[in-house]
């Protein structure tokens, strides 16, 4: 498994994560409109119980979200995203031993939740929103930036690239760069490639094949790609029958040096890191 790491600690909150291994972090959508399981767990006891359940069949983060970021997604304001995440956060703080990344682009929910015990930012829009780089500094967490160009409403119109693993290797390593000038310490960024995200089947298939070459950016990957359209696409899959080629996409994530399994169906790719790990071990 490939990784150049020079640490693995990654302080999160109150939590340390242990980088030295795969972590899975299971998906917890707050939304009425998430491409798979939009509006099942927006209510505070089916949102709390479902995170339960993840974090019993392995979870070690679980990432919260209030805006869905599907193609074409509307945008939420700030006080409903907020409304939407921030009792889920308070409650799982208050009772359940896990990580919580919250899942949000808006500068008010990022201090919020850290306020109420959220241990990472996780962003797909790289904290490029007014206000959010100031923000994220602000609350001391780690952050998780992604690769897309656009927006969730237009990123599938027609993207290209000249060079698509230098151009999404680009971008990151700007980010970063912006992130530090704002006071992120290196040491507090994961890197997402953005699967899915202003990206076609082709693009998805060949950043997943040429993904070690992110590895040079020095930071944790993290590879988000359960039930997603590239599943769909390759095997012809309707969202509901996505699980084996996720399984197998997050075998390949692990072989390929990712350090956080971005996943809805928890205890099946636990199985999966496990199974890994077991082998790679043995003598």
């Known amino acids: 498994m490939t990784s150049v790491l020079s640490s693995t600690r990654l302080p999160c909150g109150n939590r340390v994560l242990d980088l030295a291994h795969t972590h899975v ?24 119980r479902h995170a339960e359940a993840m974090v019993a069949a392995g979870a070690t983060l679980i990432d919260v979200g209030g805006e869905s970021t599907r193609p074409g997604a509307r945008l939420v304001s700030p006080l409903e995203e907020l409304e939407r995440v921030a009792p889920i956060v308070e409650r799982i703080a208050r009772e359940l031993d896990v990580i919580i990344s ?36 602000a609350t001391g967490l780690p952050v998780c930036l992604m690769h ?53 089947l082709q693009h998805n298939l060949s950043l ?8 040079a950016l020095g930071r944790p990957l993290l590879v988000g790609v359960s039930r997603k359209s590239m599943i769909g696409l390759a095997l012809n899959r309707p969202v509901g029958e ?42």
């Open 242 to 283: 996505r699980l084996y080629g996720g399984l197998a996409l997050a075998a390949l994530a692990v072989t390929k040096g990712a350090r956080i399994l971005r996943v809805h169906d928890v205890a099946e790719t636990v199985d999966v890191v496990r199974m890994i790990a077991a082998v790679e071990s043995a003598e």
């Open 148 to 200: 897309m160009l656009g927006e969730p409403s237009n990123m599938q119109d027609s993207p290209h690239y000249d060079d698509l693993v230098g151009e999404v290797s680009g971008f990151l390593a700007e980010r970063v760069a912006h992130c530090v000038a704002a006071g992120i310490a290196v040491e507090k960024i994961v890197l997402d490639p953005g699967f899915g995200f202003a990206k076609t």
């Open 102 to 137: 919250v899942d949000t682009s808006t500068p008010a929910v990022m201090r919020e939740t850290a306020r109420l015990g959220a241990g990472m930012i996780n962003d797909v829009r790289s904290l490029q929103r007014d206000g959010a780089l100031d923000a994220a500094a």
């Open 208 to 215: 997943f094949k040429h993904m070690e070459s992110l590895h």
């Open 25 to 48: 972090m299971g998906i917890l959508n707050v939304t009425p409109d998430s491409f798979s399981d939009g509006g099942r767990f927006s209510q505070r006891d089916a949102a709390l």
